[in-house]
């Protein structure tokens, strides 16, 4: 399960290196991305309608059961898959984002009590802004999403300078890092081209939708075997309060079998480090079997 804005192309090497290993791998465009599309109203992003989508996928592929993938915002997808249905979910990998507990107050609350309304994700609740200033010029914005440079500044937080946007988190590279290439910049841009930004976007319009959504399960425990993979130089796991977190994972993940760190890699983990990753998948498909 990709993240944001990515697509299925997200996962282009580990497709083919898990099917080489035996397995059948399925990387599907989720709700409101590329191929797949979806509705226009904001609600129907919920966390309950990712899961159930994904989740929807095992049965619909003849499965029993599934080892579910994600990335970025397709770790709290799978993460989720694993939460509600631990029957169909036989394993979970998390890629950047860890897995949290459902807090005490609403999310978007919470980050504008902490951080002010400079936080991205505030940001995002404005409803044509961002659409606009990400969909302005798509090479550019894939060039600086996926190959630039942070610009977070000293706090190391990703608060939006003051009138400012999303893009401003980032500074162009003189040339792109070797793990990707103008033709790959040019397919997620062709990708959004179509479909634009705004289903996508409506993810994070969903928030506190999902906090509510999420109440039955407060306090619950992930229950299946689990993987998190996380790059060292990733903003979303550098603050010292995302280090103390993962470092006490095991109290609501209890069969988590790993914390992979990723030397010198960054944010876009499975294709920044394509072959690290596809090992790792591949040695916990296979304890799981054993």
Not at 51 to 57: E, F, K, N, S
Not at 122 to 145: K, M, N, S, W
Not at 233 to 261: C, N, Q
Request: one cysteine or more.
């Amino acid at each position: 399960m990709h993240g944001f804005p990515e697509s299925w192309y997200s996962w282009r090497h580990q497709l083919t290196a898990l099917a080489d290993a035996g397995y059948h791998a399925v990387a599907p465009d989720q709700r409101g991305y590329g191929g797949t599309g979806g509705p226009e109203a904001v609600d129907q992003y919920s966390i309950l309608h990712l899961a159930g989508d994904a989740l929807g996928l095992i049965p619909a592929l003849d499965a029993g059961t599934a080892v579910v993938v994600g990335h970025d915002w397709g770790s709290p997808v799978a993460w989720h898959c694993a939460l509600l249905r631990p029957d169909l979910v036989r394993g979970v990998v998390g890629l950047s984002v860890p897995p949290y507990q459902r807090s005490d107050r609403p999310t978007l609350t919470a980050l504008r009590d902490h951080l002010g309304d400079a936080h991205y994700m505030v940001y995002f609740q404005q409803h044509g802004i961002p659409e606009a200033e990400l969909g302005r010029d798509l090479p550019t914005t894939f060039r600086l999403l996926l190959a630039g440079r942070s610009a977070l500044g000293p706090s190391g937080l990703p608060l939006l300078p003051e009138g400012g946007g999303f893009l401003d988190l980032f500074k162009e590279r003189p040339q792109l890092p070797a793990w990707i290439t103008e033709e790959d910049i040019a397919f997620f841009a062709a990708e959004f081209r179509a479909g634009g930004f705004t289903r996508p976007l409506h993810w994070y319009r969903n928030l506190d939708r999902n906090w509510e959504l999420t109440a039955p399960w407060h306090r619950a425990r992930i229950e299946p075997p689990a993987l998190l993979i996380a790059g060292e130089k990733d903003m979303v796991v550098s603050t010292p309060a995302a280090r103390e977190g993962i470092d006490g994972l095991r109290s609501f993940v209890p069969a988590l079998d790993e914390v992979l760190w990723l030397p010198d890699c960054g944010h876009w983990t499975q294709q920044e480090r394509p072959d690290e990753v596809n090992r790792a998948l591949v040695r916990f498909l296979q304890r799981l079997a054993d």
